[in-house]
């Protein structure tokens, strides 16, 4: 048995798989009903209205519905899309036991303690046929799969048949008396007198109550578990019903027993904790899966599938009998792979696929998997067991020609072995059951003992090399020269996958895909929350592997992805372009269709490949935001804003890779504040004080902009804001800008405004502006006011005047264009030069002069001040309308398509790796990573070399240590210090190759020591 799913919770007593979806009800003793996703292991429903036990639960086959039946007497018919119950059906009189759907009729069948069985119509919710006789709890009663009966189980000792084809047929015409007729009276019977539904077969031969029956899904036969521990065969015709056989091997009561819906087995659990698979021909015990503690309750098998759910005291299990994996072995461009008793060749050139010759054994051998010998045609088959000593190999000469209709049987050399994988030409190695490896010949005989590390699993490795595989590791083993080549940690790994080259190997566990390099190291790791299946190597270099439900790719870098979902598992045979070549369940070839693009221009950029890159770029449809994210990860947010078309993502992805253009062209786009704002910052950053200045006009932020033509000198600019933050009324921007002008009459002027009369008496006389003080002085009350006394020690305060305007943005670092930069500004050429060209439309008539500012009463414009903008009249030449798109802008301020010829042009520096950062990089020292300050680091080298656990201790000597790495001294005034970073190697040290210099000697540990004794004795000394 191979567990699928497993789930804790109470007893559960019923269950039920969806027929199409990866689901599963459960019902609970706590009177829960459970929906669980048992392909992705996840809860993802409950519902709770039940009040009590909760026994029966079915999925409809059709409808997003399902029906459960509890100890509160009530069947309540669900829909899981809107996760609620639509409705209650009242009419037993004690605990229900069973619930289950009619497979075509709007039928609800349900079997209760009260004795009888009920047959409801969910559409108008209502019983339709009651089936009395039995005269005990009636523990289950279920519908045939294709005929109108009904068979039922009863703690009476009994087994009953019904035959409800009457009630079909009342459902089918009503009769002579229409529709309202037959629903007035449902339990009428018709002329001859035959009701709804009779009883065909009484089944009688267990000794005690019968807990479970069911039918074949195809033949006249019946299964039934009582408490006599017993599970009976039963066959029946038109005429009568008898027992067949029974199985006999439980030691407590069997609690359900069903049919397998494919194979002729039976499938029965009992109360003895114990699931048995019995032969349906022989009726012998095939299997025995026992638990430690937990009695099972229920079984269910999926219609289509071959899983199957137990339920138990403490949850639930979805299992299946055996492996499903075929297995397969690929060679150049075809494909052998064993399906049924025969070994079948597919050639993905012809796609011819045909029948190469039977194997020994028949279909009952378990075959885990092959190995093929091109050079000798060879075939070596190896068959699994539960028990590892009745495993066994096959070595088989592969027919040249033979009839695919009627193949051939070749007689194989079989021997006891886990494991057989061919070495060399005419060499093969086996794993035996006492995990030893012998080399054999093309006889299959012994031809030498290899003494080899203590393995559980071999795979193939190349000519001469294998794989060995323990419960931790994975080891690299050269048979030729006897010795351990490498090895890798990895546990439970299942199956290797080698590249076609061989120069890199996939490792496939459950949840967990290695890929390594020939020398067996680690090229990354990748978990999956759901089982892994399969692999194959594409021609790229790329691992394309199945889970559950996905087909994903790896890259030997780490990165990993989904490329398509998946219905059910397949198993890849191998990759080529956009096809994916599988087996599925079935053993049915099949090819698949994906789509390359996302990881095919992934791998063109880790290989730099940059035509490639921008190609695909320009003709693929790359989108969506975990592309957008991976290249911003990875350092190309450039690449993004090839095809990003959003303006709020263009716009981030440009400050980030420091693209004022496209982030300028994307801020006029979007014109919010806050882009505005943001491209502010970023062009100060850089040095650009003509965006930082249209940025500053679109946000109005009038105080920075006066800062910023007070920094560059431009005084002309400077007067405008003055001038504007009179008309505003902003009375402290405006003694501000005539602060930074110099213009004392203008402060005088404000100041006497807003009624500070003495301190503009003081500003005019300190500044020598004899006719303002006068005028002032006069206007002073000699009785009431004091005139304040001039200090004939005051400094004027003027601010030096600009030695040159800035015309020119501030000088950066010239470097060469990016191939994506160049490509993006050649593409767009055409585009910003049209869009210079409009926005200079209105560059050229300046800020105007000092015009006549037609504003309102508070100094906005428009009638009820909805227009925060400032405007100068068109007469005087335009001015500066703050509240349109026509800014009066220098006219270099637009970056046109001119900078974009040139080779070179002008980015901000880019920090470098700081010494503390390569320190970290060139030492394997705890101590070299703690004088980094890299703590978090230097905990983990300390853990793995020496194996601390508590670094409480550690703290006070991290600090201590961390405090002399660096030396700190003042460069400039007004400035934070500025770092050293002393190098033990400093003669060869570099830029790169830094390590920190020693702080510690030896004698200095010695002096410590000895202090650190002398005061151990004193303190011993005054205790005593």
């Known amino acids: 048995m191979l567990t699928k799913f ?55 086959s059709q409808q997003p519905l399902f029906v459960s039946g509890g100890d509160d007497y009530k069947i309540k018919v669900w829909n899981y899309k809107h996760r609620r119950c639509i409705f209650t059906l009242l009419g037993h009189l004690d605990y229900i036991r069973t619930t289950f759907f009619h497979h075509d009729y709007p039928w609800i069948l349900s079997a209760s303690d009260d ?17 009395t006789g039995h005269n005990h709890y009636v523990m289950c009663a279920n519908f045939h799969p294709s005929e109108d009966l009904i068979v039922s189980a009863s703690l009476d000792q009994s087994v009953r048949v019904w035959d409800i084809s009457g009630l079909r047929r009342k459902n089918v015409a009503p009769g002579p008396g229409g529709l309202d007729d037959h629903l007035k009276h449902p339990g009428h019977t018709d ?67 069903i049919f397998h819906p494919r194979q002729e087995l039976i499938i029965s659990n009992s109360e003895d904790k114990s699931i048995r698979v019995w032969d349906l021909s022989k009726r012998t015990c095939l299997q025995t899966f026992r638990r430690e503690t937990d009695r099972f309750w229920v079984i269910a098998a999926h219609p289509t599938l071959n899983l199957f759910a137990a339920g138990h005291d403490s949850g639930m299990i979805v299992f299946k009998l055996e492996r499903e994996r075929p297995a397969f072995v690929l060679h150049a461009n075809v494909l052998y792979y064993v399906k049924d008793k025969f070994l079948r060749m597919l050639d993905f050139g012809t796609s011819k696929d045909v029948a190469v010759m039977q194997l020994r054994g028949g279909s009952k051998a378990n075959v885990y998997s092959m190995s093929y010998n091109p050079a000798e045609n060879a075939v070596l088959i190896c068959c699994r067991s539960p028990n590892p000593d009745n495993s066994t190999y ?29 070495v060399a030409r005419n ?48 080891t690299l083993f050269d048979v030729q020269q006897k010795r351990t080549l490498a090895s890798v940690k990895m546990s439970k790994v299942r199956y290797v996958i080698w590249s076609s080259d061989m120069s890199h190997v996939a490792l496939l566990g459950k949840h967990l895909i290695t890929i390594c390099n020939r020398k067996m190291e680690t090229l990354c790791s990748i978990h999956e929350n759901t089982r892994v299946k399969s692999g194959a190597w594409d021609e790229s ?10 087909i994903k790719y790896a890259i030997t870098n780490g990165d990993h992805g989904i490329i398509r979902t998946l219905d059910l598992p397949i198993y890849i045979t191998r990759v080529k372009g956009n096809s994916v070549f599988c087996l599925d369940r079935e053993c049915r070839p099949r090819v698949l269709g994906i789509d390359s693009t ?35 990860e990875k350092g190309y947010p450039e690449v993004a804003l090839h095809f990003v078309k959003d303006e709020k993502t263009r716009f981030g992805l440009a400050l980030e890779c420091g693209n004022l253009e496209i982030a300028l062209e994307a801020a006029r786009a979007l014109d919010s504040k806050a882009c505005w704002e943001k491209l502010g910052e970023a062009a100060l950053l850089q040095g650009n004080h003509q965006i930082v200045e249209m940025a500053y006009q679109r946000t109005k932020d009038f105080d920075k902009l006066s800062f910023l033509y007070l920094i560059t000198g431009n005084l002309e600019k400077l007067r405008k804001m003055m001038k504007i933050a009179e008309i505003r009324k902003d009375t402290s921007g405006h003694f501000q800008n005539a602060l930074f002008l110099g213009d004392v009459a203008e402060r005088v002027k404000i100041l006497k405004n807003c009624g500070q009369s003495s301190l503009a008496y003081l500003t005019a006389a300190t500044h020598g502006l004899t006719e303002d003080t006068d005028a002032l002085k006069m206007t002073f009350d000699p009785e009431k006011d004091q005139i304040p006394e001039v200090d004939p020690n005051a400094c004027l305060l003027m601010p030096p005047p600009p030695v040159m305007q800035c015309e020119e943005n501030w000088p950066l670092l010239t470097v060469s264009r990016g191939f994506f930069e160049g490509a993006m500004t050649t593409r767009g050429k055409t585009a910003l030069a049209a869009a210079d060209m409009a926005d200079d439309g209105g560059a050229g008539e300046g800020w105007g002069h000092d015009a006549d500012l037609a504003l309102d009463d508070d100094g906005f414009g428009g009638p009820d001040g909805e227009d925060d903008g400032l405007r100068v009249s068109a007469a005087d030449g335009g001015g500066w309308d703050v509240g349109d798109e026509d800014l009066d802008l220098p006219a270099d301020l637009e970056v046109s398509a001119e900078v974009t010829g040139e080779e070179g042009y002008f980015v901000a520096p880019t920090n470098g790796t700081p010494q503390s950062q390569v320190w970290a990089n060139n030492s394997h ?30 703290k006070p000597l991290f600090l201590s240590t961390y405090a002399r790495s660096r030396t700190a001294y003042v460069g400039l005034p007004s400035l934070g210090p500025l770092f050293g970073f002393p190098h033990r190697n400093w003669k060869e040290a570099g830029a790169k190759q830094g390590i920190p210099a020693v702080g510690v000697k030896l004698s200095d540990l010695i002096q410590r020591l000895q202090v650190h004794s002398s005061d151990s004795e004193k303190l011993h000394l005054s205790f005593r």
């Open 6 to 60: 497993e789930t804790k919770s109470a007893r559960v007593k019923g269950l039920s798989f969806h027929p199409k979806r990866p689901w599963v009800l459960t019902t609970l003793h706590t009177g829960v009903i459970q929906l669980w996703d048992y392909r992705m292991c996840t809860l993802l429903d409950k519902f709770d209205e039940h009040d009590g036990p909760v026994r029966g639960v079915c999925f409809h």
């Open 115 to 131: 004795q009888t069985i009920r047959i409801w119509n969910w559409q108008s919710r209502t019983c339709i046929s009651v089936l």
């Open 191 to 257: 002329l001859f007198g035959a009701a709804d539904a009779v009883v065909k077969h009484v089944l009688e031969g267990h000794d005690r109550g019968v807990n479970w029956a069911a039918f074949h899904p195809t033949m006249p036969l019946i299964i039934s578990g009582a408490d006599d521990r017993q599970v009976k065969l039963w066959r029946m015709n038109e005429a009568k019903a008898w027992e067949v056989d029974t199985c006999r091997g439980h030691y407590n009561n069997v609690s359900c027993t």
């Open 394 to 422: 096959d070595l088989y000469a592969v027919p040249k020609s033979s009839d695919s209709q009627n193949p051939d049987a070749p007689e194989g050399r079989r021997s006891s072995g886990l494991t057989a994988v061919w």
């Open 427 to 474: 060499r093969f190695a086996v794993l035996d059951r006492t995990h030893s490896i012998t080399i054999k010949n093309l006889k299959n005989e012994v031809s030498k003992k290899v003494q080899a590390p203590n393995c559980d699993d071999m795979f193939y490795a190349g000519t001469g090399s294998l794989l060995l595989r323990d419960t931790d590791s994975v």
């Open 541 to 550: 270099g790329v691992f394309i592997y199945t889970t559950s439900n996905h």
């Open 598 to 632: 996302e990881f095919k221009f992934k791998l063109a950029l880790i290989n730099r490949k940059y035509d490639e890159v921008l190609n695909m770029v320009r003709n693929a449809k790359l989108v969506g935001q975990s592309i957008i994210a991976y290249l911003q």
């Open 925 to 954: 020292l705890p101590v070299d990573h703690v004088l980094a300050g890299s703590f978090e680091s230097a905990c983990r080298l300390l853990h793995d070399q020496v194996g601390v656990v508590d670094f409480t201790p550690y």
